[in-house]
């Protein structure tokens, strides 16, 4: 803003100054509307063209500085540039230059280790019974009794269901008189067959007939014994599939009965283990539903390849475990290889380039490009089978910043 501007805004504001003074006190007196309503229109014009010239002053100076701004920034790229390609030439052409202006990157280290690695391999299994069993009826009959209940446990030998043998029980009954009276026939029999009276085939014939009875008294008896329904070893009735009148035949199921005891798991292992597992090998298992762990071996291995899946089955022997149920999911980590002197490290510093693998390693403050050979892999942790003793120092925060020869300072 000039000066000559500034100087009329101060002039012409003090003469609106008295003015509006002396209009509030009453001194001056209007005689003239309109001659009053031009001078009030002439300040106010005064007052809105006064607020637009300080505007653009401010913003001809804030674009002034931008631009200013704008243009140093412009210069210092300029300058950066110019430093980078001169500090290349010189690398290029004195390699003492290098050394000199190389900086230390900040860096932290890891040890490698060297003791024993053991790979597992990790599949999901399920709990299986070797006593779960349907329970089916062996005669026909009609249900008289149900006594048991779903989820019930029960003994060995208790009474599941009783079915209507009432025909059997007459069958019994016909065949008891029938097997009296050729006991009786046969004895007086065999008595005159001693005293050499009578024939050999009478004899015969009356010891046939006794032992004929005798034989389908024993089936008969067999038949009633099968009406009564009985647990065939101790465990727990999981499902109900009659109810009491209901008709039932020979091999219709009744019961869903799960054993306490004779538990495994049962897992599908890829086709590429073949060979490496085998039965006895030592196994973890965890339960997840229940937090817990135990430590077992492989009972069996499957020899038969799944064509669905490419898996084959292996058992895992399960001892009792109270809170351990048929269908509960657990994790297996069977071991499948360990060697008791190997070298390993954090597998995720291990790097890869065109010629293989490799890692950096600390030696007299640098870091050093050293490759490797990498073995298994498990839970983070990786086998080296060649390029480390296990005594190296290893870069570990800000390995992939540096690179081969690179000056660095270990952060304590």
């Given at each position: ?123 999901t299994g399920s709990v ?27 003994a060995k030998g208790t ?254």
């Amino acid at each position: 803003m000039t000066q000559a501007i500034r100087k009329g805004i101060i002039i012409h504001h003090s003469r609106f100054s008295r003015f509006a003074a002396a209009v509030g006190t009453g001194s001056v007196t209007i005689k003239n509307n309109n001659k009053h309503m031009k001078l009030a229109s002439k300040f106010l014009s005064l007052v809105a063209l006064t607020f637009i010239v300080i505007s653009c002053a401010t913003e001809e100076g804030v674009d002034a500085k931008k631009a200013e701004l704008e243009k140093l920034k412009s210069q210092s790229h300029e300058i950066d540039t110019q430093i980078q390609e001169l500090e290349a030439q010189l690398v290029q052409l004195d390699p003492e230059f290098a050394k000199q202006n190389q900086k230390s990157l900040l860096i932290t280290t890891a040890k490698a280790k060297k003791g024993r690695f053991e790979h597992y391999v990790e599949v999901t299994g399920s709990v299986l019974s070797k006593k779960n069993v349907m329970i089916s009826s062996e005669t026909v009959g009609r249900i008289l009794e149900v006594p048991v209940s779903e989820g019930q446990v029960v003994a060995k030998g208790t009474v599941l269901a009783r079915i209507d043998s009432e025909s059997i029980q007459n069958s019994i009954d016909e065949l008891q008189n029938s097997l009296d009276l050729a006991t009786t026939l046969f004895e007086k029999q065999e008595r005159l067959w001693n005293q050499q009276i009578g024939t050999e085939v009478q004899y015969l014939e009356a010891k046939n007939r006794k032992e004929g009875l005798e034989r389908n008294l024993a089936s008969a008896r067999t038949n009633l014994d099968k009406s009564i329904v009985r647990a065939p070893f101790s465990g727990t009735i999981e499902t109900i599939e009659v109810r009491l009148g209901e008709l039932v035949q020979p091999g219709a199921a009744m019961f869903q009965f799960v054993g306490e005891s004779d538990l495994f798991i049962e897992a599908d292992i890829s086709e590429s283990y073949i060979g490496v597992l085998g039965k006895g090998d030592s196994v973890d298992v965890y339960f997840p539903s229940i937090d817990k762990e135990l430590h077992t071996r492989v009972s069996s291995v499957g020899a038969i390849i799944n064509p669905d899946n490419r898996t084959f089955k292996v058992e895992v022997f399960l001892p009792n475990l109270p809170m351990v149920k048929p269908n509960m999911i657990s994790v297996l980590k069977i071991q499948d290889y360990e060697n008791p002197e190997a070298v390993t490290v954090p597998s995720y510093l291990i790097l890869s380039d065109n010629r293989g693998d490799y890692m950096f390693t600390v030696v007299d403050g640098k870091a050093k490009k050293t490759y490797v050979t990498r073995g298994k892999t498990f839970e983070r942790e990786s086998e080296i089978l060649d390029g480390l003793t296990g005594s190296e120092t290893l870069v570990d925060k800000g390995f992939r910043e540096v690179g081969d020869n690179f000056n660095v300072n270990i952060a304590q």
